[in-house]
């Protein structure tokens, strides 16, 4: 009887060990262990352990880059010195304007997040990122870079794209609900939005507090855009440099015994308008418990009233 017991508590004990695939150090909770790979068991100890088993990948896609740029005699874009830019890489993780997925037959999953940026001085380029998703969120850079030329771009749009929510990100505008209406909005339109969007994030996340609530928990707020929107304590109307009419709705709300401010701000459509159909776009929506940001955004002139369907 003994004996069996002691059988059964080694092969207990067995079961409950886990191992880096890397180092092959063993660990035995599975909550010591890190996972990059959506679907798979590999499984480390560590940050290091991780950039050290991908290497070989990480060279494979910078020398595949590499090769592209001399095949189509890009080597010197300008816009390479905006890779690995920590502020600019977090915009294009949190809220891509496409997601390019590939895969193999023993299902490697590969993932390509590319998003069009817009600097101060600079021509609107493309930021590209290669990498790894665990729990719907980019979880390892593969590999980073920038260009303004169509065809290198082109050639990271590879084998199927992917709905952009599969991770946390922006609204998407092709359709704008606007009461019981569905507005359609024109290409050349959507492009100048996300250039603004581009930007005002680029702003926010360089006038942000470190303290404030991470990007990649604004879709936790989402449910307070229509309040917001409906009824606001403060609304806004400005003109931005491209003489486009901008409001931003502010409003304060409390989660979990948390206050914190919710901003829309949002684009006028004058084509709509002229068609008897007050509209607004959606450019870009974010909670902050950061009073010196509700100060940055009280722009312009205050209008009083809710939005009117």
């Not at 665990?134 to 050639?155: C, G, H, V, Y």
């Not at 509700?294 to 002139?301: A, E, L, M, Q, S």
């Amino acid at each position: 009887m003994d004996s069996q017991f002691h059988y059964e508590k080694k092969l207990s004990d067995i079961d409950k060990i886990y191992y880096c695939n890397h180092c092959k150090t063993f660990l035995k909770e599975l909550e010591d262990l890190l996972f990059v790979e959506e679907g798979s068991s590999k499984s480390f100890c560590s940050e290091e352990c991780i950039e050290k088993f991908y290497q070989h990948l990480v060279d494979h896609f910078e020398n595949q880059d590499k090769k592209l740029r001399e095949e189509l005699d890009l080597t010197e874009e300008t816009c390479l010195k905006f890779v690995g830019k920590p502020k600019l890489m977090e915009m294009v993780l949190s809220s891509p304007s496409e997601i390019w997925h590939t895969s193999n037959e023993i299902q490697e999953e590969y993932f390509c997040f590319i998003r069009k940026v817009t600097q101060k001085g600079e021509d609107p380029f493309y930021l590209v990122i290669n990498c790894l998703i665990f729990d719907n969120k980019p979880s390892f850079i593969l590999s980073a870079t920038a260009t303004r030329d169509e065809a290198l771009l082109e050639k990271y749009r590879v084998e199927k794209k992917l709905d952009n929510n599969i991770v946390e990100t922006s609204e998407d505008l092709n359709e704008v609900q606007e009461g019981f209406q569905t507005v359609e909005i024109e290409e050349e339109l959507l492009e100048a939005i996300e250039l603004k969007k581009s930007q005002l994030l680029a702003n926010l996340l360089e006038e942000r507090s470190p303290s404030d609530i991470p990007i990649e928990k604004f879709s936790m707020y989402d449910e307070f855009v229509e309040d917001t929107l409906q009824q606001p304590d403060e609304v806004y109307k400005d003109k931005d440099e491209e003489g486009d009419t901008i409001l931003t709705y502010i409003k304060a709300h409390e989660l979990n015994g948390i206050s914190f401010y919710y901003f829309c701000v949002c684009m006028k459509y004058e084509k709509a308008l002229k068609e008897g159909i007050e509209t607004l776009l959606p450019i870009i929506t974010f909670p902050s418990l950061d009073g010196e940001i509700y100060d940055i955004y009280k722009r312009g002139v205050k209008v009083t009233g809710a939005l009117k369907n």
